[in-house]
DNA sequence: CTGTTAGCGCCTTCAC
DNA sequence: GTGAAGGCGCTAACAG
C-alpha cells in the first residue's frame, strides 16, 4: 500500500499539495492536480481511511443496533437493506451490532469508543443502554420504531402505527363489519397501544361501542397465534379478526380450516404488517416499506452528521393495503 | 474523551507503561498496573480504536459482502446474523456492503481501501471483481457459497447441496415414488448443477433411469413457479415433485388446488429449503441452518486473520430433512 | 498558491 | 521494569 509520501515524493509536491488535491480543500494548479493524480494512479493509492479518521476526528462509520430476536423478523432485514444500501450511497459504512436477547450489549459501557459517527437504534427500550451510552458521549443517535417518551428529544422515525390500524378498521367497518376481534401485539409496547388506538378511533368514528373483551394479545407465533384463534373462533360472536402479523393470521387460517370455519365466510381476516410476496392463502394485510424506513433513518443520520440538523421525529406514512379474499362484506346486521 | 496522555499523567507514569498495562504487552509492577487502571477508570478512558488500528495496521473489522438479490432471502439474513453475532464474540465490527444489483461494488477497484481486516464474501460469481481485488491486496478472504474454480484455492464454505438433493430424493424414493419431477433453481448455477447430482445418484442407486425431461428450472418467485407447476400437473405424469425452495412449492400447491389436485394423495411436494416456522401449509423439506454456516464464516475468517490458518475448504452438513403431510406413500407401481 | 510543521492517539523499539 | 522518542498516514494551520 503506498502512502500520500510516497505520492509526494512521485509528483515531486509537498503532501499537503496531495491531500489538498484529494479532498479539494485548497486550490491547486491544474497542472500540479494532474501530476498528483498520476502519480497516485501510478502508485494505487488511495487516502488509508483510519489515518483520515484519525486526523478528521470523523470515521464515516454509522453503527447500526439491532437486538436478536430469537427469529429475526423481515421488517429488519428491510430496514437493515435500507440503512446499508442508503449509506453506503452517502460514502458512510455500516457497522452491524446485534444483541443477544436479555445480553444487551456485551460490551457494557464501552459503546462510546466504538468508531462510528452516529448511531442508528432499531426498536429502542425504555432504559436503554445503548441510547444512555451515546447521549453521554454526544453521538448523534437516530431511533428508529416508537421512541421512548424519555428520548422524545432524540431523533427518531417511525411507522404510523395509529393511522394503519384506523385505516385496517375503517375499511372492515365500510364492508359491514362491527363485531371485530383484535388479535394485537404483545401488551406494553407502545406500537400494541398505538394500534389499538386506531382501532378505537375507528370505531367510535362509525358510533360503534368499543369493546374490551373484543381485545386479545399475542406475539408473533403461529402456534400460540392457533391456540388464540382457537378461542375467539368458538365465540362464534365475531364477523371479522384483525391480527397483529400475517403470521398470526396464518394461525386463524389453520385453526379456521380445523374447524371447519369459512373464510371469509364465516369470518373476515386482515392483518397489520406483512411479509409480503410468498403468502398462502393471501390474507388481506397492510404492507409497510420497511426499507424506506431504513433509507430515511440513514439520510436523518446522515443530516445531523453532516449538515448538524436538529433532532427531528418523522412519522412515515409509506403503507398500502391490500384487500383479498379474506374480507368479505357482511350485508345483514 | 481522554486520551493515553490523560491517563499516563494523572497515573504519573509514561504512555509506553500505559499501553503496556492495557495490551498485556510487558511486565509492569502491580502497584503501577492499579494506579492505571484507576486514573483510565477515572477518565473514563478506552483506548482509540482508529488510533489502535492505525498503529498496529490491524482494524478488527470484518467486510461482509453480499448483493440486494431484489428480494433479499431469509438464507441471507441467517448468514448475516450468524457472521456478526459470531464475529463480535470475538471483538471483531462487521462492515456490511451490500451491492446494488447489477452495480457490483460501485465503488470500483477501491475495495482494498475499505479498513477491514478480512472479507467474508456471500454468493461469490465467476469474475468476481471484489476477490479480485482482494486477492491482489492480500486481504484475508472466506467465500460463502460455491466457490467458482477459479478461486478453488481460497478458503470457502457451503452446504452440501449435494448431499441435500440425494437425501431428499431418496426419501422420496423409499416411499415408492420413481417418477419424481424437480422444478431445480436457475440454471448455470452451480447449486443448480450439485443437486441435480444428488437426485441423479439417488436414482441410480435406486435403479432408476434419469430422464432428463423430468427435470424444470425455476427462480424463486411464486409467480413463475405456479406457471411452470400447471404445465408439470397438467402432465400428470408424476407422483412427486421436489422443488428448489419452499416459495416454488408453495407455487406448486396453490396451482393444484386451483386444479383439484390432491397433495399428497395425486402429488407429493418436496422443497429443497425452507423458511422454516411461517409456512402454511407444511410442506415437507429440508431445512439447512445458515446460522451456523454464518458463523463457521466467522470463525474461519478469525482463524485465517489471527492464527493464520491456510485456507480451507468447508463442506458444512448440517441440515434436517422434515417429513409432513405432503409426502404420501406410493403402494401401487 | 505551495511547502513546512505539528499534531490526531496509539504502539514499539531501544536505551536507562 | 520503565520511559523517551519516533512513526503509523493523514490533515490543518501557518509561513513563505
Redesign the interface.
Known amino acids: 500500500?503506498s502512502t500520500i509520501n510516497d505520492v509526494s515524493k512521485l509528483a515531486g509536491v509537498s503532501k499537503s499539495t496531495v491531500s489538498n488535491v484529494f479532498n479539494n480543500t485548497k486550490y491547486v494548479s491544474e497542472e500540479i492536480t494532474d501530476r498528483v493524480l498520476k502519480a497516485a494512479q501510478e502508485l494505487n493509492y488511495?487516502?488509508?481511511?483510519?489515518?483520515t479518521?484519525?486526523a478528521n476526528k470523523k470515521?464515516y462509520?454509522i453503527g447500526?443496533f439491532l437486538e436478536?430476536l430469537g427469529?429475526?423478523r423481515s421488517m429488519?432485514?428491510?430496514i437493515?437493506?435500507g440503512v446499508?444500501?442508503k449509506l453506503?450511497e452517502f460514502n458512510y459504512?455500516?457497522?452491524?451490532?446485534?444483541d443477544?436477547d436479555n445480553e444487551k450489549i456485551?460490551k457494557g459501557a464501552?459503546l462510546?469508543?466504538?468508531?462510528i459517527d452516529g448511531a442508528i437504534i432499531l426498536d429502542p427500550e425504555i432504559e436503554d443502554i445503548r441510547i444512555k451510552d451515546f447521549v453521554s458521549?454526544g453521538t448523534p443517535i437516530v431511533l428508529v420504531g416508537k421512541a421512548p417518551k424519555s428520548y422524545e428529544n432524540l431523533s427518531s422515525l417511525d411507522v404510523d402505527n395509529i393511522e394503519i390500524a384506523y385505516s385496517a378498521t375503517k375499511m372492515l367497518i365500510k364492508n359491514g363489519h362491527e363485531k371485530i376481534a383484535f388479535i394485537n401485539s404483545k401488551p406494553n409496547l407502545t406500537i400494541t397501544s398505538d394500534r389499538l388506538k386506531g382501532y378505537i378511533k375507528a370505531l367510535s368514528e362509525n358510533q360503534i361501542d368499543f369493546e374490551p373483551s373484543y381485545i386479545y394479545n399475542c406475539d408473533n407465533?403461529?402456534i400460540k397465534a392457533k391456540k388464540l384463534a382457537g378461542s375467539i373462533l368458538e365465540k362464534g360472536e365475531f364477523s371479522a379478526i384483525i391480527t397483529e402479523s400475517?403470521?398470526v393470521a396464518?394461525g386463524v387460517?389453520?385453526e379456521a380450516k380445523s374447524k371447519g370455519i369459512n373464510i371469509p365466510g364465516d369470518i373476515s381476516v386482515f392483518a397489520l404488517g406483512g411479509?409480503d410476496?410468498?403468502l398462502?392463502p393471501e390474507v388481506s394485510r397492510v404492507v409497510v416499506d420497511y426499507k424506506k424506513l431504513g433509507e430515511a433513518a440513514a439520510k436523518q443520520i446522515t443530516m445531523i452528521i453532516d449538515n448538524n440538523q436538529q433532532s427531528s421525529n418523522l412519522i412515515l406514512n409509506e403503507y398500502k393495503i391490500i384487500k383479498t379474499g379474506s374480507v368479505g362484506q357482511v350485508s345483514i346486521r
Not at 459504512?93 to 446485534?98: A, F, G, K, Q, S
Not at 462510546?112 to 468508531?115: A, D, N, S, W
Open positions: 500500500m488511495y487516502p488509508n481511511k483510519l489515518a479518521g484519525l470515521t462509520m447500526l436478536n427469529e429475526f429488519h432485514h428491510q437493515i437493506e446499508a444500501m453506503n459504512n455500516v457497522i452491524l451490532y446485534i443477544r456485551p464501552k462510546r469508543i466504538e468508531p458521549s407465533t403461529i400475517d403470521v396464518l387460517y389453520e411479509m410476496y410468498f398462502t
